[in-house]
């Protein structure tokens, strides 16, 4: 039997307990370290895997040989840090979505690691969903012709948690739903259309109270460069609490493909809500194949290029809120 | 009984005079067309005429016939304005195909003839379908509580596009439509909106662009839109237009929609619902309950506009709502000429 592959968990929220759970329940693999600013918050979360050892000391986790990849979990402004860290020490990295706030920060983060012999893994969670990985296969396989005009309706019944004290709240700290979120339905249609974006519009509104400093309701128009089209729209305001309604719709040339929560098998129990089946265990798969990236087993199915268009597109998308003219994504400005 | 006469018989023609003519209560009492008109037209309205066995007219005996009570007016988009005002001021009542106009100005010459005339004046629409008029109940008992996002997908296919009967230069030729798939379809969802919320819309946006048809591409008009409109109350919309190569849907045109209140979430489709056959060959089909919705939705409206007019009631559906509807469309198409966000101001309510 192979060695186990070592990996190290930074971060000790909501995301990070998800993660470690998730990685502990893959055989073959450890969480060697669970890493935060919060020993007490790191010893909890570690306790989550077996043998894992909770660190305030991010410098002794990366300069263990025997830590393979790093998966950084923490608060979305400490991402480039965490990872530019892990990539300098030679580690892979896998890191929570949205991966930056800035283009900067995400090209100085894919420089450290693509750029310096390893590996970077944005957790795009929702590509690993059931659903949304058959409509792609489907998709790329060419059922549809060439794709040509998506429509996503996203919408739950949520309320960030925390009251006003609510992290993705506070702007600095989240980048803003577009950014929060709309990473999530941006990445499909880029990764389902397969061409970056040019021009986005943005308008949003705040679901459950007036004067939300961060809207949680919003919508996107967007032109890719070959004149293709999708409608984006994320909502958190339905009224029934854990909620949820997704459909996607692509046309192509020569056909159309559809998904949609409202047609699949569903729990009906008094007091009892279950995600549908088409979003089950995302999470697991989404990290059994970073490990399989990392052991060089498989070949990445989230390339840092495509990200990196929908981190774009959704900065552009706040500006457009910002503003309320749409934005244009001009890539020849680009290195 | 009802006397109807077509002014000009082209596009849907046929399936209206058809709705008309097994209607007991409606007596078509002719089909007319200007002699200088184009061959095509004069073809096309001539060949109706001949297969519902009624007169072909000229449009001064058919304006002048006094038992006559309805004109339907039923040419190419661009002339629907010129037509209905002569009708209207022959005293006629005005059927007037979709879309009412192709530009405000001639739907306001529209409105100033009806207002003269002791005719009434209306416009082919979808407002009867049983899926809006579903959301619309389930809207005004309260279930929604205030509604706050709307969405909706208006599809056509293409499949049916270059083997329906329609002649496709009747949506692509500017000359006679007066513009693309937004101009042709776009009225649909906005409709919709105005009729589940009765709210205006105050800014639009829309992306415009040719996707799918050749025919489109030739003729350089669009044949999908993404549109983004912002409505009183801070209620936002999206719409999803296209004639796509193959609409997920069941018949020549789907559409839905997915109404967010604050109190409660509905979805709804003019396909749905709908029976489910499945063949020895492995073959599914789908058979939507009452019909497939593009010619159910038009027939519960003829027959209603029937219904009011023997009761001597006006039209449910005003040139005036079809004006406002035109407005919308007209700041989306702007919106997606200038890549800017479309304004839309709106003065007093009117009298009258």
């Known amino acids: 039997m192979s060695a186990p592959i070592r990996v190290a968990v930074v971060g000790t929220g909501s995301i990070a307990r998800e993660h470690v759970a998730a990685l502990a329940s893959i055989p073959g693999v450890e969480v060697a370290y669970v890493c935060g600013s919060d020993l007490a918050r790191a010893a909890a979360v570690a306790s989550l895997a077996p043998g894992a050892e909770a660190t305030t000391d991010l410098a002794r986790v990366l300069a263990d040989p025997s830590v393979l990849g790093v998966d950084v979990c923490n608060a979305t402004p400490q991402h480039a840090d965490s990872t530019i860290s892990a990539g300098r020490a030679g580690k892979h990295v896998h890191v929570e979505k949205p991966a930056a706030l800035t283009i900067a920060d995400f090209d100085a983060m894919v420089a450290a690691t693509e750029g310096s012999g390893t590996s970077l893994m944005v957790g795009q969670t929702v590509r690993f969903q059931p659903a949304v990985a058959a409509l792609a296969e489907r998709v790329h396989a060419g059922d549809i012709g060439t794709p040509r005009l998506a429509h996503v309706s996203w919408y739950t019944g949520y309320v960030w948690p925390g009251g006003w004290r609510g992290w993705q709240l506070d702007r600095e700290k989240s980048g803003g739903h577009p950014v929060h979120n709309g990473t999530h339905s941006l990445d499909v249609a880029v990764w389902l259309m397969g061409r970056r974006p040019v021009r986005v519009f943005t308008r949003s509104f705040p679901s459950f109270a007036a004067d939300m400093p961060v809207d949680d309701s919003f919508h996107m128009t967007v032109r890719f460069e070959d004149g293709s089209l999708a409608t984006l729209e994320i909502s958190y305001a339905l009224a029934e609490p854990g909620d949820m309604f997704r459909r996607i719709m692509v046309a192509g040339t020569a056909g159309s493909i559809e998904h949609s929560t409202d047609s699949e098998p569903r729990l009906r129990a008094p007091g009892v809500r279950t995600a549908p089946a088409s979003v089950e265990g995302a999470m697991r798969v989404q990290l059994a194949h970073w490990i399989e990236l990392i052991s060089g087993r498989a070949e990445p199915i989230v390339t840092t290029d495509q990200v990196r268009a929908a981190l774009r597109t959704a900065l552009a998308a706040q500006e457009s809120l910002d503003t309320g003219r749409p934005v244009d994504i001009v890539w020849e400005d680009d290195k | ?352």
């Open chain 2, 1 to 352: 009984m009802i006397s109807v006469g077509f002014l000009s018989a082209v596009r849907h023609a046929d399936s209206y005079i058809d709705i008309f003519a097994n209607d007991p209560r409606v007596r078509v009492v002719g089909v007319s067309e200007y002699a200088d008109a184009a061959e095509w037209k004069l073809a096309d309205s001539r060949r109706i005429a001949g297969r519902y066995g009624v007169p072909f007219l000229s449009p001064d005996e058919l304006l002048a016939d006094p038992d006559c009570d309805v004109i339907v007016v039923c040419s190419e988009p661009t002339r629907h304005a010129e037509l209905a005002v002569l009708a209207l001021q022959a005293g006629k009542h005005v059927l007037i195909d979709k879309p009412l106009a192709v530009t405000t100005a001639e739907a306001d010459a529209i409105i100033e003839a009806e207002r003269a005339s002791r005719g009434t004046a209306t416009v082919i629409n979808r407002l009867h379908s049983p899926a809006i008029q579903r959301l619309r109940r389930w809207v005004d008992e309260g279930h929604f509580g205030l509604p706050r996002h709307i969405d909706i997908e208006w599809f056509a296919s293409g499949a049916f596009f270059s083997t329906s009967v329609e002649r496709p230069e009747l949506v692509t030729d500017v000359a006679l439509s007066g513009g693309g798939e937004i101009l042709n379809f776009l009225l649909y969802p906005i409709d919709y909106l105005s009729h589940l919320t009765g709210l205006r819309v105050v800014e639009a946006y829309a992306e415009a662009s040719t996707l799918f048809q050749s025919t489109h591409a030739e003729a350089g008009v669009e044949d999908t839109a993404v549109v983004s409109l912002l409505l009183e109350h801070g209620v936002t919309a999206t719409i999803t237009l296209g004639r796509v190569a193959s609409a997920p849907g069941h018949g020549p045109v789907s559409s839905s929609v997915r109404l967010i209140g604050s109190r409660g979430f509905a979805t709804a489709d003019d396909d749905q619902p709908a029976v489910s056959i499945f063949g020895t060959d492995g073959a599914q089909r789908r058979s939507t309950i009452g019909g497939a919705s593009s010619e159910a939705i038009v027939r519960s409206f003829l027959t209603a506009y029937i219904d009011r007019l023997e009761l001597g009631a006006a039209p449910e559906y005003t040139v005036r709502q079809a004006r406002e509807t035109l407005r919308v469309v007209e700041a989306c198409a702007e919106a997606a000429r200038t890549g800017l966000p479309a304004i839309l101001i709106h003065k007093r309510p009117e009298e009258g």
